[in-house]
């Protein structure tokens, strides 16, 4: 059983570029969740997508965007970088009806200068 | 607005000893309760649960306390072990959100 891949693992980017970072789910999940983890705190929601449409929102700007893929990978965009997006970026997999389970990839550590 | 508050950053113990890792909320619409646990350049994982009907759940050495009326809970592991040195992260959701609300975590650290 394959776990939650995401890639790249390190990303450097400059301010006002943007990034586009992938998630592979867990075999057999159907549920994609993103979180931002800044430096000394906890994982943050971004948002959650089921069936390839957003099914839930945290409090992010609309330049954080998603998709989902048939196949239940997903990616998140980000837009018009600043500073304070530098974080680690975890995606997460879940069955559905159990989603407060969720699944960890390793995540994408995202700098930007 | 913090609504899980994990107050210590860290937390030293001795292999074999009883560890406590304490987390508070403040919103009453959680219902569901998780620990997780993460070690360094890998994501958090999934350690236990507890939902707020229950005020106990017990996992091998891993056992969670829940009190709704001070809205507290805490993730007891006896007896500690090296390798359970981590961040641990306590979160919760509630109603038909199944977005999680983490804590900042506690690092953990079991000395041999």
């Known amino acids: 059983e394959t776990g939650v891949t995401q890639s790249p693992t390190h990303l450097i980017k400059t301010r006002g570029q943007q990034v586009t970072l992938r998630c592979s789910s867990q075999?057999?999940?159907?549920?994609v969740s993103w979180y931002q983890q800044a430096l000394g705190q906890g994982p943050q929601f971004i948002f959650q997508y089921y069936r390839e449409e957003e099914n839930g929102r945290g409090n992010f700007p609309p330049r954080f965007s998603g998709l989902q893929f048939p196949n239940y990978s997903s990616e998140l965009n980000v837009n018009a970088l600043e500073l304070d997006d530098s974080a680690l970026y975890l995606c997460?997999?879940?069955?559905?009806?159990?989603?407060?389970?969720?699944?960890f990839g390793s995540g994408t550590q995202l700098s930007v200068l | 607005d913090q609504q899980v508050k994990q107050n210590s950053p860290s937390l030293s113990v001795q292999e074999g000893r009883i560890s406590i890792l304490n987390c508070d909320y403040t919103?009453?619409?959680?219902?569901?309760f998780l620990w997780y646990k993460k070690y360094p350049a890998e994501g958090p994982t999934f350690l236990i649960s507890i939902s707020s009907i229950k005020d106990k759940n017990e996992d091998g050495r891993f056992t969670v306390f829940l009190n709704k009326s001070a809205k507290h809970l805490s993730l007891h592991i006896v007896p500690s072990q090296p390798g359970d040195s981590a961040v641990y992260f306590c979160a919760a959701c509630g109603g038909s959100n199944y977005k999680l609300t983490f804590g900042k975590g506690t690092l953990l650290t079991v000395n041999p």
């Open positions: 075999s057999g999940h159907n549920t």
């Open positions: 919103n009453s619409m959680f219902d569901y």
């Open positions: 997460a997999s879940s069955p559905r009806g159990g989603e407060e389970k969720l699944f």
